[in-house]
Structure formats: C-alpha cells, structure tokens
C-alpha cells in the first residue's frame, strides 16, 4: 500500500471511531432530556445516573479497546509493508517492536507516543482479562503504577479502571502520531 493511501486509511479510520465516541455520547445527552420528563422520582434519578454516567463510562471503554484494534491492524499492515517480521515471543503491541526499532531507532525509550501505548496496553490488558481489576492480574503493582502516573488519564473505582476522557483523547492522538511516524 502506498504511504499516502494507509495515512489516509489509518487517519480516516480512526476518526470514525471518534466520530462514533462522539455521537453516542451526545445521544445520551438527548435522552437524558426525556428522563428529566419522567414522573417517577427513583426511576428519573436511576436513569439520570446510567445515562449520565455509567453510558459514558462503558463507551470510553469500548472506543478504547476498538482503538486498540486499530492500532494492531495498522502495525500489521506497516509490517507486511516494510517486511519486517513481528516478534511471535512477544503478544501484545510488544510483538511489533521490531518494526517500531527500525523506525525510531534509539529514539524509541523517548518517544512518548510509544510509552504511552504500552502502558494502554497494559490498562488494555486488564479490562479484557480481568473485567477491569487489577487485583486479578499476575502483576496488579505494575497496572496501578501506571493508574498513578496517569490519574488524568485512568481512574482506580472499587477496583476497577476507568477511562477518563482525557485517557480516550491522548490514546487517539498518540495512536495518530504513532502511526505517522512509523508510516515516514
């Protein structure tokens, strides 16, 4: 595939999945207007609290791992592009580092966008193994330190993790970035 054909493709599909994060999100706001008309006071206040709440909660978390199939279908296609083999000793966005060293070379401890998606994944990981706790993984300290340095991203409620939207944002920008930059 061409460069400028997978930049747009990578680009165009990620942003309808921010399209869709977005729509969603604003239907909820549209039925939260026909459940302030709802006579009974524990129904309006139970459902004021799903579509104000724990809607937008699960879509973060659904936009989130659709990302990350993103992320994994373009690193699949850039390693068949530049013929260089994943890592099959590794799962995970780990796998394609070989192509992400060919790219960035030494570079790669300090790129940003690249730390921070392997934390995501770790995060990633979590919730599909997990349902979201990291009591139940084999290493929960490494999970909860990243929850830490990224308060503004990841939130720890009653040992489960929460996307914040902040965490949905930067994993969209620096998904792009990530890719732009091994697609050069």
């Known amino acids: 595939m061409n460069k400028d054909a997978f930049k747009f493709a990578s680009a ?5 999945l921010v399209k869709f994060h977005n ?3 604003a239907l909820f706001g549209e039925a939260q207007q026909e459940i302030d008309d709802l006579e009974d006071q ?6 004021s609290d799903v579509y104000s709440n724990q809607f937008p909660k699960s879509l973060r978390t659904a936009v989130f791992l659709m990302m990350f199939g993103h992320i994994e279908e373009m690193l699949i296609l850039l390693s068949k592009g530049k013929d260089v083999a994943p890592d099959s000793r590794l799962g995970g966005l780990e796998k394609y580092k070989p192509i992400v060293k060919e790219a960035l070379g030494d570079e790669i401890a300090q790129f ?3 730390q921070f998606l392997m934390e995501a994944a770790q995060i990633r990981n979590t919730i599909l193994h997990s349902a ?16 830490q340095k990224r308060s503004n991203c ?4 009653m040992d489960r993790i929460e996307i914040r939207p902040e965490g949905l944002r930067l994993l969209a920008n620096y ?6 930059r091994l697609n050069q």
């Open 132 to 147: 979201g706790r990291p009591s139940l993984m084999r290493k929960p300290e490494k999970v909860e330190q990243i929850i």
């Open 154 to 157: 990841y939130h720890l409620k």
């Open 112 to 114: 940003e966008p690249w």
């Open 12 to 16: 165009n599909n990620l942003d309808w």
């Open 42 to 47: 524990h129904l309006r206040k139970f459902w």
């Open 175 to 180: 998904t792009r970035d990530f890719i732009d």
């Open 23 to 25: 729509h969603v999100k």
